[in-house]
């Protein structure tokens, strides 16, 4: 379900993208609608979770001399990672609906993300509209490599729940010449997706903590104990316990 957050203006500035984004410089003179959409993901073997991506999709105008640069923001993707994230990388699909059908991706990359921090950064692809009239724009998919030094490298796939609509695009004056478009590789869905699934939050055992007669799992530590003190205030020492006092071994 997609809930609008109302309009904001990205007035033409330059600026250097923070940690969790793209690294580079951009620029862009268009009006983009913030967005929210929900998304179920999957954390390569640790388990599934609902997941809701915030941001806004900035298209660079409505009217198109050639391909042209596409950014979606990622303002907030909490993943519920159960790890801190060194980096990330990243690709979106963007669905292309109404006036034509087409399929553009948008990728980029991010930096530290703390455990069960949320990811942030801007992912960025070239598409060109060939047809005039109203487009509708939506993030049909994402795939995030997550690096983690206790878990490694993480692959991450998020399957929206419904079309979430990122953008409105009023085309005016399309291309019309010849541009080679980058190939678009499918989007193929895992077979751990089910529609209506029931998710549970990802748990991550850390290796070499489980280990056997143990009784908890995961992140459990060995219970310190403390040693018994007999009359007088000496330690006790483990032998034979007799009846009606402590017996001390010299």
Not at 10 to 25: D, M
Not at 67 to 87: K, T
Not at 115 to 143: N, R
Not at 170 to 175: E, H, S
Request: charged share 10%.
């Amino acid at each position: 379900m997609i809930k609008s957050l109302g309009r904001c203006a990205a007035a033409v500035a330059t600026a250097v993208l923070a940690a969790g984004g793209l690294g580079a410089a951009w620029q862009t003179t268009a009006r983009a609608a913030a967005f929210s959409a929900a998304f179920t993901c999957n954390i390569g073997d640790l388990g599934q979770t609902a997941a809701v991506l915030n941001g806004w999709l900035t298209p660079p105008g409505n009217t198109y001399d050639g391909p042209a640069r596409f950014w979606l923001h990622i303002s907030n993707l909490n993943l519920q990672a159960p790890f801190p994230i060194d980096s990330w990388s990243g690709a979106a699909w963007v669905n292309v609906t109404g006036a034509e059908n087409a399929t553009f991706q948008v990728t980029g990359s991010g930096g530290a993300v703390p455990e069960q921090g949320a990811l942030a950064g801007d992912l960025a692809g070239d598409w060109a509209p060939a047809v005039a009239g109203t487009h509708l724009l939506s993030v049909g998919g994402l795939e995030i490599t997550a690096n983690s030094p206790q878990a490694g490298s993480v692959a991450v796939q998020c399957v929206p729940n419904g079309t979430p609509m990122a953008e409105v695009l009023q085309v005016a004056a399309p291309y019309r010449g010849q541009w080679v478009h980058p190939p678009v590789p499918l989007f193929h869905v895992g077979p751990w997706y089910r529609p209506g699934m029931i998710l549970q939050r990802p748990v991550w055992v850390r290796p070499g903590w489980n280990r056997p007669g143990w009784n908890g799992p995961g992140w459990y530590h060995p219970p310190v104990y403390n040693r018994p003190v007999g009359p007088g205030g000496g330690w006790y020492h483990p032998g034979p316990i007799h009846h009606g006092g402590w017996s001390r071994h010299r």
